[in-house]
């Protein structure tokens, strides 16, 4: 029996498509623009929370950010089906998320740190809130680069 020819039109056709499906996966998996100004929002108001030293603040901002949180990493997760294969991040992809979460570490640390030495109140809230702005204002290049890493990757290799 012999196999069915597939005229190269056709292969050119379906090789788009399966380009065009995985770029839609990967859109759907990346992490949508609102989260990062909503992630920073609830890290600065529960650091804020805390610096108050006001037990019944601490204990309401606490309940509030976790709610929050819940609430956001929800909308996250049902929004978005589709989930990242460790394969198609590879290396490169993994490497610029931990180099942005450090990053981001590092900026609050020495905000905070610097707002402390300057005198400033609440000096935690200050670097959370820079942490806040920055992400804010780099969590879609983030998730620009993590695209373009993953819809680089050939379709087919590695598992």
Not at 94 to 111: C, E, M, P, R, S
Not at 118 to 135: H, S
């Amino acid at each position: 029996m012999s196999e069915p020819r597939i005229s190269p039109s056709a292969a050119a056709d379906a090789l788009v498509e399966i380009h065009a499906r995985r770029d839609q996966a990967v859109t759907a998996a990346l992490v949508p623009g609102w989260y990062w100004p909503a992630l920073g929002g609830l890290m600065a108001a529960f650091t804020a929370a805390v610096e108050t030293h006001r037990p019944w603040v601490v204990a309401v901002g606490s309940v509030g950010c976790a709610l929050g949180l819940g609430t956001l990493v929800a909308r996250v997760a049902l929004r978005h089906r589709a989930q990242v294969r460790s394969s198609l991040i590879g290396v490169h992809g993994t490497v610029a998320i931990v180099g942005y979460a450090l990053g981001l570490v590092a900026l609050g640390l020495v905000t905070g740190f610097t707002a402390e030495s300057a005198g400033l109140a609440w000096p935690a809230t200050v670097g959370a809130a820079a942490t806040a702005g920055a992400m804010t204002a780099t969590g879609q290049s983030l998730m620009g680069y993590l695209r373009g890493v993953m819809t680089a990757r050939p379709i087919g290799g590695g598992r």
